[in-house]
């Protein structure tokens, strides 16, 4: 039997942020998830009903609630867009570990989270391991787009994945401490996603960074932000990760640091600072100064450097210029507030010319484990992405988070479409290379 | 009769069983709607994904009399969505095709569970016209607005959804399928059912179909802002515009404890020391739309308006919308619970009717804003508070009893547009009398014999005894 008097009691913490929500159902206007369902269940105000539920004891079991509240992508349009300002992104998560504390964690995640993630030496091994032999399970879907899809029937058999790199950033780059012409200096947090999958990303930063002056500390052997363990409820697995790379980075003398990945960057700003637990004062102090020095690789560029570009050198301006379309992820643009940036990024790249797809900050559904869990609701979603992309008749989309990227080259490369998926400071270090001569690593 | 188990099956059988819900997560979050009222879960909730089906949901439950209650966004703020005991949910958010556009005669043919603001973009893609913009436009159902009778910030000019509505079709309480109204401009072959279905809020018929009328775009309209330092000057001016034959589209009104609460939220640079606002905005032809701006500043300057600004561009235009907008969210900020009112007057009775709402308010010692469509005399006020503060929430009570009674005083309404439901059904006889309640009863019984249509709602629960 499950005690939903305790379980009240403890989701009861979240009553002052639960009836800020007047019900006006305005939510359901941009929640991803409840467009392609239709249920309430799926939508912020019926997520914040059912919790309002747990407190009034109304159910006989926690296991309803917490299934549905895992059903969202904590893309926070829903909190973006609420009257009532609603902090709905941070109740969801306090609400999942406050369940999870109640029901225990999933066994595999507990593997994930506290067996590899919280323990980067080993994850990172295991994965360099898992890259050598990946091409026995993987078969090339795209070569175009780079992804691959399963060559033995496993539940991830019909998705276009992108596969592990040969190398990883981190094994190419190790340790990197060097001063730039500027006297500014950024660290770097590369983010599983760009380490393992999209290193280009990784070595654009640096090129971007060079070329204007930047210095740049990337300390080796780093940790993931840890926001897979905290969407999963996990705040002990959490906790151990805020710490270990506050630790990694405290070794390091910078004035920001940047990271490519939008959804690293709002979980550093915004996450650690609230969830990293039970920490001392000093460390509460490190950690908020860290958050606050944070910041997306394309604001860095465009607010704090001079943004060196190929046409300020007065190069290349006949060439032909192809279509670039740029995709909003949540966590930059919802989250943090950065859309400009990232399209004057593009707008540095002579050959491009920026096309806006329609709805360009609607979600692409891929959520993270949102994914693996929801797979087909999560490219219902991806395939509006899709079809938006493809009616702006770009030759190019472009975004800022590694997350977003491998959702929609699953969905272009599923529907057999060859148009390239890069991040925003590739596109920018790409007309460096050519233009300014710039050598990337 | 089936057993409710057998019953069950049936829906699924007749809806699909990815249709039909009833795990205690999913009643529960059809317990509710955006009115501040008790909640109650169905037995079941269904989402009919064609009109075919919805209907058989309809006669299902008349077979077996199991209220029903159909939920479009369930936005309203009269508790009309929230169900019975024992009761189903009927959602119509599947039904949501735009059928027919027609440019040529001006109409439109919708499903019930059309977006509001999808609609309107779609019809203005057409490059016609579909006036009605509830606050709630972005996720409320037409089928919502229709049986709400749904106004917006347009009203003064461009009327109500119900100006708009030519047909209906609507499955009676047994299912049956009701065609009413047509796709021309005259129509007089029999009743008048759609007019009675209008605002009916699901207690007479199930719509299936819409048939909506459209309109040509206005070529140009222009926005300004005016400032007054008393508020009877400016619900005079409202008066005094309207006497020089002049109509608006939009004719707002904000006060200043709103004023300053959007000033506190956006920073737009208000001025907090109004005593009210006038947001207002003209359209039609450019030359006649400059005309009109014209005369409107003169008289607002006439009136005692200590300042106007006229948007010179669309960003203009949309700042001083934005400042109305943001009024709702601006004020629900400031406490946890919204009790969002409806009370409205004869346009003449606006300051009399905002003088009391400020007496109510320092009576019983609450936090109200007001604002809204002074050009119908359709206010806002907005009650303050904290629901779980008992004491407190006995006042508001108190207050919102106080509010109704002088509305109906000053020869007002109940509501102008949020409906009836199961909020207000209370004090419907006060304003109709007994005999309208008593008539409107008895079509009721006739209509729905086994009352399970919405029951309870807008006529109280006693339907069948006269
Ligand atoms: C922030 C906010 C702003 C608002 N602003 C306005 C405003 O400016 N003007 C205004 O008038 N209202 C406003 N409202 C109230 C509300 O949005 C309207 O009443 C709207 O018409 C309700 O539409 P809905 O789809 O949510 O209907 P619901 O709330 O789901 O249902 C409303 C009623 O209609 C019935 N119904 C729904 N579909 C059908 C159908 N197919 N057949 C028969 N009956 C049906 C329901 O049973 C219920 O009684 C506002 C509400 C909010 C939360
Ligand atoms: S928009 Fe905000 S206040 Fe409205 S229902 Fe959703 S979460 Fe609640
Ligand atoms: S965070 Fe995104 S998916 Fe989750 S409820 Fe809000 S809008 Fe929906």
Redesign the pocket.
Known sequence: MHDMKKLAALVKELEEQLVVCMR???CQAVCPVYTETGREADVARGKLALLDGLIQQIFKEPGGVHERLMRCLLCGSCAANC?SGVKVLDIFLKARAILVGYTGLHPANKIIFRGMLSHPRVFNSLVRAAGMFQGVFLKSADEFLGTSCGRFSFPLAHRHLKAFAPASFNTTIGRLNINGGSGLKAGFFVGCLIDKIYPNIGHAVLSSLKANGVGVFVPDEQGCCGIPALSSGDLLAFGKMVRYNLDLFSAGDFDFLVTACATCTSTIKKLWPMFAGDLSEAEKTRINELAEKTMDISQFLVEKTGLVTAASDGKNFDREKALISYHDPCHLKKSLGIEAQPRMLLGANSGYVLKEMSEADRCCGCGGSFNLKYYEISASIGRRKRDSILQSGCSTVATSCPACMLQISDMLSQAGEHIRVKHAVEIYADSLERDLDVDTH | MSTRNGLLKEFERVLGRDNVFYEETDLHAYSY??AVVESCPPWLVVRPQSSEALGKAVHLCNENSVPL?????????SG??IPKPGGIVIL?NALDKILEINEEDLYAVVQ??VITAKFAAAVEAAGLFYPPD???QA???L??????N????RGLRYG?TRDYVMGLE?FDSNGELVKAGARTVKCVTGYNLGGLLVG???TL????RIILKLIPMPVAKKAMMAVFPEVSMASETVSAIISNKIVPVTLEFMDNFTIRAVEEFSRAGLPVEAAAMLLIEVDGHPAQVEEDAAKVESICRRMGATRIHAAQDARERDKVWEARRSA?SALSRLRPTTV?EDATVPRSKVPAMIRCIEEIARKFDLSIGTFGHAGDGNLHPTILTDRRDTGEWLRVEKAIDEIFEKALELGGTLSG???I?TSKSKYLEKETGRAAIVYSRRIKAALDPKNIL?PG?IIGERVCTI
């Open positions: 006006c159902g305005m009257p | 709607d955006a209650t159909v939920r479009g966004a369930g936005t309203n703020l009309g969505t119509t019930p569970g509830p606050g709630s996720v409320s159902t089928g919502g607005n229709v049986a709400e749904a106004g917006g910030l109500v609507f009916s809020e699901g018929g199930v719509f299936s709702l969002l547009e949020h409906g439901g919405n709602k």
